[in-house]
T-cell receptor
């Protein structure tokens, strides 16, 4: 999505921590989502933020600052299976549309031994 | 578990053919979406529907149409396929509850090649 920016690729070693940043611009913010997509597979839902702050889910955490239009996904204790593309998506609520999602181009995370 | 299925995983069509991509979800979701995914461009919304017989254009509707005659089924139609419509097509659905994430569930995708 042209209004959502995230890095193209990040590389980290097994056991390390990686933080994927996402910045966005939207006229009607209604939630920020992170999805994981392995090569050749469909995206799967990881996390959701609608209020400012940190949401923790096991090894994955997601943070949101609505005033800054900024989110990050934190992956801890990296495992080889975490090698995937991570998609940042914003749901928009406008006067003529409900529930429309805008996706970033995705960040390819490469985990090395 | 939510299940979203798509009629084909791989499809090869010729330029000018009419192409139908079918998507079915089994969770009684109100919202259904069609995206295409291309390298470097991410997921781009073609059309979505928030109710039977209702549809809204996404970011790239040109060359496509959709049909939603039943709540569980959302079809994407390429009226006259062109080579620039070669892509991965992903269908998704989500609920419309007042609270909760209402996250999208995706089908496995259809890789369409137009020759």
């Amino acid at each position: 999505g042209q209004n959502i920016d995230q890095p193209t690729e990040m590389t980290a070693t097994e056991g390390a921590i990686v933080q994927i940043n996402c910045t966005y611009q939207t006229s009607g913010f209604n939630g920020l989502f992170w999805y994981q997509q392995h090569a050749g597979e469909a995206p799967t839902f990881l996390s959701y933020n609608v209020l400012d702050g940190l949401e923790e889910k096991g090894r994955f955490s997601s943070f949101l600052s609505r005033s800054k239009g900024y989110s990050y996904l934190l992956l801890k204790e990296l495992q080889m299976k975490d090698s995937a593309s991570y998609l940042c998506a914003v749901r928009e609520l406008t006067t003529d549309s409900w529930g429309k999602f805008q996706f970033g181009a995705g960040t390819q995370v490469v985990v090395t031994p | 578990d939510v299940k979203v299925t798509q009629s084909s995983r791989y499809l090869v069509k010729r330029t000018g053919e009419k192409v139908f991509l079918e998507c079915v979800q089994d969770m009684d979701h109100e919202n259904m979406f069609w995206y295409r995914q291309d390298p470097g461009l991410g997921l781009r919304l073609i059309y979505f529907s928030y109710d039977v017989k209702m549809k809204e254009k996404g970011d790239i509707p040109e060359g496509y149409s959709v049909s939603r005659e039943k709540k569980e089924r959302f079809s994407l139609i390429l009226e006259s396929a062109s080579t620039n419509q070669t892509s991965m097509y992903l269908c998704a659905s989500s609920s419309l509850k007042l609270q909760g994430a209402n996250e999208q569930y995706f089908g496995p995708g259809t890789r369409l090649t137009v020759t």
